[in-house]
């Protein structure tokens, strides 16, 4: 059975509404890992890396941060990715949001607690500089976007397009409803599992410099 690796975004969990939508989207036809991310990008990349090395997915799907960590990850893990509506500039909404938070959904360590400050801010800001340094022809058909036409958060679709070539929107906003991840995501998902093989492009890619 196929695997779908989902990341979430950045206030969520693995235990989202839109992890739920995609797992019953796919009951009985592909297994979704949900796992809650960590707060920091380089330790994130790093357990995903790890996740993927023992689950060996077959497609990428992020949204929001999630996607910005997934469009990294593509062509270095050679694992096709789709990207919902990806924020390829985490500086700018983490510094009109310094403080603590709590995540909008339970983690499974039960830690709801997250705050944001500079050293946070600056880890991200130092991922965004190398953020496409991995991008190859390869991959430009491989990584898929997909942009809330009522999005009132990110506007990355004109960036993405300068490195990628498919690119499809949806009517709705930056945090996509149930429905919209079973109307939308999950039938783009299933198509890109059967377009691509993962499995026989992994670790085609260079090597993360992070």
């Known amino acids: 059975m196929k695997k779908i690796l989902f990341l979430h975004g950045f206030f969520a969990t693995g235990s989202c509404p839109m992890a739920r939508a995609l797992k019953e989207a796919f ?14 990008p380089k330790e994130a990349l790093k357990e995903i890396h790890s996740i993927i090395d023992q ?7 992020g949204n929001s941060c999630g996607s910005f960590l997934a469009q990294m990850l593509a062509p270095v893990v050679g694992i096709p990715a789709l990207l919902g509506n990806p924020y390829f500039m985490m500086t700018e909404f983490l510094k009109e949001r310094i403080g603590e938070h709590e995540y909008k959904a339970p ?3 039960g830690n709801q607690r997250l705050v944001i400050d500079e050293a946070l801010i600056e880890e991200f ?10 991008c190859n022809p390869y991959y430009k058909d491989r990584v ?5 036409e009522q999005d009132t958060l990110a506007h990355f679709s004109p960036l993405f397009l300068q490195h990628y070539n498919q690119a499809f929107h949806f ?17 783009l998902a299933q198509k890109m599992l059967m377009e691509f093989s993962a499995k026989e492009e992994r670790y085609c890619g260079a090597q993360a410099v992070w």
């Open 107 to 109: 983690r499974r360590d």
């Open 125 to 134: 800001a130092e991922l965004e500089a190398v953020q496409f340094d991995h």
């Open 55 to 61: 689950e060996q997915p077959d497609l990428l799907l």
């Open 27 to 40: 009951e009985g036809t592909a297994v979704v890992l949900t796992p809650d991310l960590p707060l920091h």
């Open 144 to 148: 898929w976007g997909l942009f809330g």
């Open 171 to 187: 009517p709705g906003g930056h945090t996509p409803t149930e429905q919209e991840v079973k109307t939308w995501h999950a039938p």
